[in-house]
Antibody
Framework: QLQLQESGPGLVKPSETLSLTCTVS??????????WGWIRQPPGKGLEWIGS???????YYNPSLKSRVTISVDTSRNQFSLRLSSVTAADTAVYYC?????WGQGALVTVSS | EIVLTQSPGTLSLSPGERATLSCRAS???????LAWYQQKPGQAPRLLIY???SRATGIPDRFSGSGSGTDFTLTISRLEPEDFVVYYC???????????FGQGTKLEI
């Protein structure tokens, strides 16, 4: 069955760019009729949608993060990626990739010098 | 932009009792794209209900979902000790695409 797995550095310095990749297995990104998304959860807080991408490359971002977010897709590798620039401590969170109701296990990213 | 409001924020009950959690949308949403999640400390959210009323694989039948339009409910018929955690409702759409979450309901003993 379809599975998603996040990967990337667990520690990022302030002002730098956070980069994560979601690898999809058990199915093709290109065959989905849903948008593939990124969601995050700061420690002890609720869930926040970051943005979504369709396999064609069409993107849609949370307006509050839009100026710093780039989501891209690589259908040949069955992956989609997140880049969040100019990070601060407030960006410390568990980052999840998801499609519809199916989520990855999450990746903790800490922003600290 | 759709806003999901969960109530109550915290629900105090005892094992064996019935829990009713509410999720209200600021505008009508498709039941097809309304889900409920359970989150235990240190874990990823676990899908309980999708399509507003369908139980996910492996979810006990004491969990049920209902509702349509702007009002949705998660009911836990007989609370077990492991049910006292946080629950989120989620809506996702394709036009525009994106996810919206409620702020969560904490179920406490």
């Amino acid at each position: 069955q379809l599975q998603l797995q996040e990967s990337g550095p667990g520690l990022v310095k302030p002002s730098e760019t956070l980069s994560l990749t979601c690898t999809v297995s058990g199915g093709s990104i290109s065959s989905s009729t849903y948008y593939w998304g990124w969601i995050r959860q700061p420690p002890g807080k609720g869930l926040e949608w970051i943005g979504s991408i369709f396999h064609s490359g069409s993107t849609y971002y949370n307006p509050s993060l839009k100026s710093r977010v780039t989501i891209s897709v690589d259908t040949s590798r069955n992956q989609f990626s997140l880049r969040l620039s100019s990070v601060t401590a407030a960006d410390t969170a568990v980052y999840y990739c998801a499609v519809a109701e199916l989520w990855g296990q999450g990746a903790l990213v800490t922003v600290s010098s | 932009e759709i806003v999901l409001t969960q109530s109550p924020g915290t629900l105090s009950l005892s094992p064996g009792e019935r829990a009713t959690l509410s999720c209200r949308a600021s505008q009508s949403v498709s039941s097809t794209y309304l889900a409920w999640y359970q989150q235990k400390p240190g874990q990823a959210p676990r899908l309980l209900i999708y399509g507003a009323s369908s139980r996910a694989t492996g979810i006990p039948d004491r969990f049920s979902g209902s509702g349509s339009g702007t009002d949705f409910t998660l009911t836990i018929s007989r609370l077990e000790p492991e049910d006292f955690v946080v629950y989120y409702c989620q809506q996702y759409g394709s036009s525009p695409p994106g996810y919206t979450f409620g702020q969560g309901t904490k179920l406490e003993i």
